[in-house]
């Protein structure tokens, strides 16, 4: 793929961190210098762009940078000097620009198409932390129970905190089948979480099905080159395992953190037959975009329920929010990550490259999402008394704000069936905990099935059983297990762009009964089929 003017929307990104600030320290003697150079630079108008202002704004940082190189405590180099500074200058605009190595521009490489050895971790850098963007479905790192908002803090009992993040991303991989232990820190916990994982070679899948009864299942775990191809791949494999008599689809945006804008439209496109998928709007009016449905339904109508969380952010919030807007389909789940932006790469030749937020995007009927998110349809939590992912793009330094959409609601909708006002905000108390093996304790999956068989006009079991240990889930084939999103905590990710008036309040998110009322035993819950 080219990278050139390319646009990314994806949240997790590998980027270097800013300086955090120092307490100001000074000495007698040669040093005495820096208050009245620093003072002359402030004596000009910030809002003076002239050659004069630049000119001394290029000198202080020239004396800087020799100040630094003469008399740091250890001996620097000018390009790590310009590096930090190249970052702290993109870094410092919101929390989704980025200036990248050739190292970091590499990795995103391979974060859009290909295969790399490792945990299977998207991290981002955040004050001097490692923060977990997302697990990779079906890596160490998933399987190992990390969460999207852990820190990490150690690795190898080795404290990291405070290292470039490029260096700590080296670190974690390796050669497969080492063995590497992670100190994290994940909220509510009360200590700190150690983990030890066996690394591996992490294929970027991000596209996979599963078949319940008659109702297809597919999961998108990321927005890279292969994402839609993948997607009609699975849609067609189903379509043959039901000899064209599919009833309805679920699509899982769960914990999807998003990636290349392209692909976003091409895979709302497969779903919305006419009408606006989204649109951008840049600095420049001549750079803003709209772009619009292919005049194709790929599934012919079907009903389609779509899973979101906390973790779904970007192209996955572009895609929901087409569905969304089109009325085309029922959100089921958490509020969304709630990143609006857009991200252009823009290559250094020889040299990396630079991760520029270049617009905000807007839903088809003309909303912005930047640090609101799209609110599900249907509110259904994760696990029972539990928020879900507690920090979203509005709770990040610097973001940019919420500016030019022409409301923060989705169109008012009348279509929704009637069990929507029966499905329970929240799991009972005692519902056993995710099992990515046992697809019958995934709750938000559960319901959004009932969901869509109601759509299709097929009988609807009660609330599913609830399975103690005395009680097994009837047994699921590895290969058919869906993947699920990583469990609650934080996503956070890239891009993001200017800003100005005060961000709107997000609504608030419906509350439902603490427990659901007691129903009448029922079926066993769906689980998928053989593909």
């Given at each position: 793929m080219k990278f050139r003017n390319g646009l990314l929307i994806g949240c997790a990104f590998l980027a270097g961190i800013a300086a955090a600030p120092q307490i100001a320290h000074y000495s007698a003697g040669r040093w005495g210098?820096?208050?009245?150079?620093?003072?002359?630079?402030?004596?000009?108008?910030?809002?003076?762009?002239?050659?004069?202002?630049?000119?001394?704004?290029?000198?202080?940082?020239g004396y800087v940078l020799e100040k630094v190189k003469a008399n740091y405590v250890e001996p620097v180099s000018t390009r790590d000097l310009i590096t930090n500074a190249l970052n702290g200058m993109l870094s410092g605009l919101d929390p989704h620009s980025s200036y990248m190595t050739?190292?970091?521009?590499?990795?995103?490489?391979?974060?859009?198409?290909?295969?790399?050895?490792?945990?299977?971790?998207?991290?981002?850098?955040?004050?001097?932390?490692v923060r977990v963007v997302s697990p990779i479905d079906d890596t160490p790192a998933a399987r190992a129970g990390i969460k999207p908002g852990d820190f990490i803090v150690a690795i190898d009992g080795k404290n990291i905190d405070g290292q470039p993040l490029d260096q700590v991303v080296t670190q974690m991989r390796g050669k497969p089948d080492t063995r590497i232990t992670l100190t994290l820190i994940r909220e509510k916990a009360p200590k700190p979480v150690i983990v030890t994982l066996t690394r591996a070679i992490i294929p970027l899948q991000v596209i996979k099905s599963a078949l319940y009864d008659n109702i297809g299942y597919i999961r998108i775990a990321q927005f890279n080159e292969e994402t839609q191809s993948g997607l009609l791949a699975a849609y067609k494999k189903l379509q043959a395992q039901t000899h064209n008599r599919m009833a309805g689809l679920i699509i899982d945006l769960r914990s999807d953190p998003g990636g290349l804008l392209t692909q976003a439209i091409d895979v709302g496109s497969d779903f919305i037959r006419s009408g606006e998928i989204v649109s951008t709007r840049a600095r420049h009016p001549q750079d803003s975009q709209r772009w619009d449905a292919h005049n194709t339904d790929i599934t012919g109508g079907l009903p389609i329920v779509v899973l979101i969380n906390g973790g779904s952010a970007s192209a996955s919030e572009i895609v929901a929010g087409a569905l969304q807007d089109h009325q085309r389909a029922v959100l089921l789940g958490e509020k969304t990550f709630g990143k609006g932006s857009v991200q252009t790469i823009l290559p250094i030749p020889g040299e990396g490259a630079i991760r520029l937020t270049t617009a905000r995007y807007y839903t088809p009927s003309g909303r912005s999402i930047q640090g609101l998110g799209i609110m599900p349809d249907i509110p259904v939590r994760e696990a029972h008394d539990d928020a879900g992912y507690s920090i979203h793009e509005a709770d990040l330094a610097h973001i940019i704000k919420n500016r030019g959409g022409n409301t923060a609601q989705p169109p008012s909708r009348t279509d929704l069936p009637a069990i929507a006002r029966s499905i329970p905000a929240q799991p009972p108390a005692n519902w056993p905990t995710f099992d990515p093996t046992k697809p019958t304790t995934d709750f938000q999956l559960q319901e959004g099935l009932r969901v869509?068989?109601?759509?299709?006009?097929?009988?609807?079991?009660?609330?599913?059983?609830?399975?103690?240990?005395?009680?097994?889930?009837?047994?699921?084939?590895?290969?058919?297990?869906?993947?699920?999103?990583?469990?609650?905590?934080?996503?956070?990710?890239?891009?993001?762009?200017?800003?100005?008036?005060?961000?709107?309040?997000?609504?608030?998110?419906?509350?439902?009964?603490?427990?659901?009322?007691?129903?009448?035993?029922?079926?066993?819950?769906a689980v998928p089929a053989h593909p």
């Open positions: 210098v820096i208050a009245p150079m620093a003072h002359a630079a402030d004596t000009v108008s910030k809002d003076d762009n002239s050659p004069h202002e630049i000119e001394q704004l290029m000198f202080l940082f050739e190292k970091q521009f590499s990795d995103l490489q391979v974060q859009t198409k290909g295969s790399f050895g490792g945990l299977g971790l998207e991290v981002q850098g955040e004050d001097g932390h869509v068989r109601s759509m299709a006009g097929l009988p609807v079991a009660a609330e599913p059983p609830i399975h103690d240990d005395k009680t097994q889930a009837t047994p699921v084939p590895s290969a058919s297990v869906p993947p699920r999103a990583a469990a609650p905590a934080s996503p956070t990710t890239t891009p993001a762009t200017p800003a100005t008036p005060a961000t709107p309040t997000a609504p608030a998110e419906k509350e439902g009964p603490t427990t659901p009322p007691p129903v009448p035993p029922a079926p066993t819950p």
